[in-house]
């Protein structure tokens, strides 16, 4: 190797990925590692789907490429189709992209026109929440409320609001009910839009069941449905970046199924491509798509490579796969084990936290004293060291240090293949 790569790290250089086997990768010198976290919830079908290859192959035999300003294809057509199949009440229309960042971007986007066709353009402002993360581009990381990851481009970034998460293991007060507490926390959503100006805010974005930055850590039973009440009673759109926690993940096709509502906007990826090509979409209402439909016709957003024939043929087979194999049940199961798991593994050790999660998407903190919840020193880099550990012994997870109250907390979360068997 010539060493010419530009990766995540300049320091490190991994182990070159040879093979795929199910819920295992090989590297370059034959060493077994088991997908604990499927990367970074991606590989919901392991590693070596032989389906999803042979629709991929068969697109690439007819068409790779056409340029969605002058073709659609059935690839495309069929996937939308197959997603709005699942998707949330008055969810119909579908945006295709490369992945999770160009997802939330468009949705921004798309709110912004939406409001700005509908005669109200004063309405531009978004409101998000601390300890998110939506992405990388400009637009995602001014939304994601993850400080570490923002810091050093703060000047680029367009200023958003961000409320508390709904975290209830370091948010809920002693005493609180979980339901007083969720309550709590939504209105902080009323109070920002009061403060800012109803007039000026366009939408929420939140993540269902926030990934990275807190490690699986879902919202108390009805958080969400508060929030979709001051969302309609203050005439803002609601987001949900389903990026992560999407695509059958949490045991539902769409995780805020199992939060009984329905947003306005979603996005999905990760488990959209499953690995096997990097797509992303953006799904709205009718009702957002009919005002732009009725107005200028044209929403004002695109990628080159949106629509791939390749990356929605491998799309359409991944939904196909869940659906036939009954894999989203299997998550439910397989989840339900796992969180057993790890509670008889790790529930009584000094140094854990919190066990949370949905289906198979599971986190667990790592605290310096259970009693306190104090976390560790960032310095200490606990995460890091888990992570290192865990990959020598032949493990992936997915451990992150995130950020409380201006400090640094550890987490690790786990998102198997959703073929994975008991045994591993
Ligand atoms: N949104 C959420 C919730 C995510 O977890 C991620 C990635 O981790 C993104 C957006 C960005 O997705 P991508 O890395 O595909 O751009």
Same mark, same amino acid.
């Given at each position: 190797?010539?060493?010419?790569?530009?990766?995540?790290?300049?320091?490190?250089?991994?182990?070159?990925?040879?093979?795929?086997?199910?819920?295992?990768?090989?590297?370059?010198?034959?060493?077994?590692?088991?997908?604990?976290?499927?990367?970074?919830?991606?590989?919901?079908?392991?590693?070596?789907?032989?389906?999803?290859?042979?629709?991929?192959?068969?697109?690439?035999?007819?068409?790779?490429?056409?340029?969605?300003?002058?073709?659609?294809?059935?690839?495309?057509?069929?996937?939308?189709?197959?997603?709005?199949?699942?998707?949330?009440?008055?969810?119909?229309?579908?945006?295709?992209?490369?992945?999770?960042?160009?997802?939330?971007?468009?949705?921004?986007?798309?709110?912004?026109?939406?409001?700005?066709?509908?005669?109200?353009?004063?309405?531009?402002?978004?409101?998000?929440?601390?300890?998110?993360?939506?992405?990388?581009?400009?637009?995602?990381?001014?939304?994601?409320?993850?400080?570490?990851?923002?810091?050093?481009?703060?000047?680029?970034?367009?200023?958003?609001?961000?409320?508390?998460?709904?975290?209830?293991?370091?948010?809920? &007060?002693? $005493?609180?009910?979980?339901?007083?507490?969720?309550?709590?926390?939504?209105?902080?959503?009323?109070?920002?839009?009061?403060?800012?100006?109803?007039?000026?805010?366009?939408?929420?974005?939140?993540?269902?069941?926030?990934?990275?930055?807190?490690?699986?850590?879902?919202?108390?039973?009805?958080?969400?449905?508060?929030?979709?009440?001051?969302?309609?009673?203050?005439?803002?759109?609601?987001?949900? #970046?389903?990026?992560?926690?999407?695509?059958?993940?949490?045991?539902?096709?769409?995780?805020?199924?199992?939060?009984?509502?329905?947003?306005?906007?979603?996005?999905?990826?990760?488990?959209?491509?499953?690995?096997?090509?990097?797509?992303?979409?953006?799904?709205?209402?009718?009702?957002?798509?009919?005002?732009? &439909?009725?107005?200028?016709?044209?929403?004002?957003?695109?990628?080159?490579?949106?629509?791939?024939?390749?990356?929605?043929?491998?799309?359409?087979?991944?939904?196909?796969?869940?659906?036939?194999?009954?894999?989203?049940?299997?998550?439910?199961?397989?989840?339900?084990?796992?969180?057993?798991?790890?509670?008889?593994?790790?529930?009584?050790?000094?140094?854990?936290?919190?066990?949370?999660?949905?289906?198979?998407?599971? $986190?667990?903190?790592?605290?310096?004293?259970?009693?306190?919840?104090?976390?560790?020193?960032?310095?200490?880099?606990?995460?890091?060291?888990?992570?290192?550990?865990?990959?020598?012994?032949?493990?992936?997870?997915?451990?992150?240090?995130?950020?409380?109250?201006?400090?640094?907390?550890?987490?690790?979360?786990?998102?198997?293949?959703?073929?994975?068997? #008991?045994?591993?």
């Amino acid at each position: 190797m010539t060493g010419h790569i530009f990766g995540r790290s300049t320091r490190l250089m991994p182990p070159a990925a040879a093979k795929g086997e199910g819920c295992y990768i090989i590297d370059k010198s034959g060493k077994r590692y088991l997908d604990g976290s499927g990367g970074a919830a991606v590989s919901c079908l392991g590693h070596s789907d032989a389906d999803v290859a042979a629709a991929i192959r068969a697109q690439l035999d007819d068409i790779a490429f056409a340029h969605t300003s002058f073709f659609t294809c059935d690839a495309a057509e069929e996937l939308a189709d197959l997603l709005v199949e699942h998707a949330p009440e008055g969810i119909d229309r579908v945006y295709l992209v490369s992945g999770g960042s160009e997802a939330v971007e468009a949705a921004i986007k798309l709110a912004r026109q939406y409001f700005v066709e509908t005669g109200e353009p004063g309405r531009h402002r978004v409101i998000a929440r601390r300890q998110s993360y939506h992405g990388n581009t400009l637009g995602a990381l001014a939304a994601g409320g993850n400080a570490w990851r923002r810091a050093q481009f703060a000047p680029l970034l367009v200023e958003t609001s961000h409320i508390s998460p709904c975290y209830e293991y370091r948010g809920r &007060a002693e $005493g609180e009910t979980p339901e007083a507490f969720g309550r709590r926390v939504a209105e902080e959503l009323a109070a920002e839009i009061e403060r800012l100006g109803p007039e000026t805010v366009m939408a929420f974005v939140a993540e269902p069941v926030v990934g990275a930055t807190l490690g699986a850590v879902p919202a108390v039973e009805g958080y969400f449905k508060r929030i979709r009440e001051i969302c309609d009673r203050y005439g803002i759109l609601l987001i949900l #970046d389903e990026v992560m926690c999407g695509m059958g993940r949490t045991g539902s096709f769409f995780a805020c199924e199992q939060d009984e509502i329905a947003p306005d906007i979603i996005t999905i990826a990760k488990g959209l491509g499953a690995g096997y090509q990097p797509i992303g979409a953006m799904l709205c209402s009718g009702r957002i798509y009919e005002a732009i &439909a009725a107005g200028s016709g044209f929403f004002q957003h695109g990628h080159t490579y949106m629509g791939h024939p390749l990356a929605a043929a491998a799309g359409r087979a991944v939904v196909k796969a869940l659906d036939e194999r009954g894999l989203v049940a299997r998550v439910r199961e397989q989840g339900r084990k796992l969180d057993a798991a790890l509670h008889s593994a790790f529930a009584q050790h000094p140094h854990v936290g919190d066990i949370r999660g949905r289906g198979l998407f599971r $986190g667990v903190e790592i605290v310096r004293d259970r009693a306190t919840k104090e976390p560790f020193e960032p310095e200490r880099g606990i995460a890091a060291r888990v992570k290192k550990a865990a990959f020598e012994s032949g493990l992936i997870c997915y451990p992150m240090g995130g950020t409380i109250d201006g400090r640094r907390g550890d987490h690790v979360l786990l998102a198997p293949p959703f073929i994975i068997s #008991d045994e591993q």
